[in-house]
């Protein structure tokens, strides 16, 4: 069965600092990925999506990026965090070959406090 | 641009009331729709979603939902809710023709009392 992974669970940062967050998916091959942000009132905001390795579309102009080095690995970073990067970021995978128009898998998490 | 609005921020109802959770999209094209649910502390998942077919879908733990595609609605319902039932929903949709990515909802807290 698949799986999917998020690590860290819980970050807290400073303002400026660096951010590397990672996803990884196991029980699948080429599955396409997803960064989403979920803001307190907001909803899921899709950030960056991906059907392959080192394909990665942006969604929203951010403080972000993402990159995906391996087949079934998917990071999001920044260099330098803002404020209003704090938020709860989920990863996100579906079924490889049928493009997006899937039930998407959502891993758990990761709680992001920037201060 | 595709769009979801779902109407209720928060919710809370008595167990036994029923449920009806609005949901709406702006899409002129055909059109995937779902609903997760997010319990607390743990992952989204899918409640249920709409393809094709019979417009009306059925779900996990009692749920259905409607697809009204002159209204561009998909409400969720439920005849009897439970304690358990507590969590935030989203609905979702994407659209063929798009990117084909998921465009959520707000989402709407459902509190049930005991």
């Known amino acids: 069965s698949q799986t999917i992974h998020q690590w860290p669970a819980t970050l807290v940062q400073p303002v400026g600092s660096p951010l590397s967050l990672e996803c990884t998916v196991e029980?699948?091959?080429?599955?396409?990925l997803y960064w989403y942000r979920q803001a307190a009132g907001r909803g899921l905001q899709l950030l960056f999506y991906?059907?392959?390795?080192?394909?990665i579309s942006s969604e929203v102009p951010q403080n972000l990026s993402a990159s995906r080095p391996q087949d079934r690995q998917f990071i999001l970073s920044s260099k330098k965090l803002l404020l209003s990067d704090s938020g709860f970021y989920l990863c996100a995978w579906t079924q490889p070959g049928q493009g997006p128009y899937n039930e998407q898998f959502f891993g758990p998490g990761t709680r992001l406090t920037v201060l | 641009a595709q769009s979801v609005s779902q109407h209720n921020h928060h919710v809370i109802l008595s167990e036994a009331a029923s449920l009806e959770l609005g949901c709406n999209y702006s899409?002129?094209?055909?059109?995937?729709l779902f609903w997760y649910v997010q319990y607390p502390g743990q992952h989204l998942q899918l409640l249920l979603k709409y393809f094709s077919g019979d417009p009306l879908v059925k779900g996990i733990k009692g749920f259905e939902a409607e697809f009204i595609k002159s209204k561009f609605s998909f409400n969720l319902r439920k005849p009897s809710v439970q304690w358990s039932d507590t969590a935030e929903y989203f609905c979702a949709v994407n659209g063929w023709g798009s990117q084909g990515n998921l465009i959520f909802g707000k989402g709407t807290k459902l509190s049930v009392k005991p």
């Open positions: 991906s059907v392959g390795i080192g394909q």
């Open positions: 899409y002129g094209g055909t059109v995937n």
């Open positions: 029980g699948t091959s080429n599955p396409n």
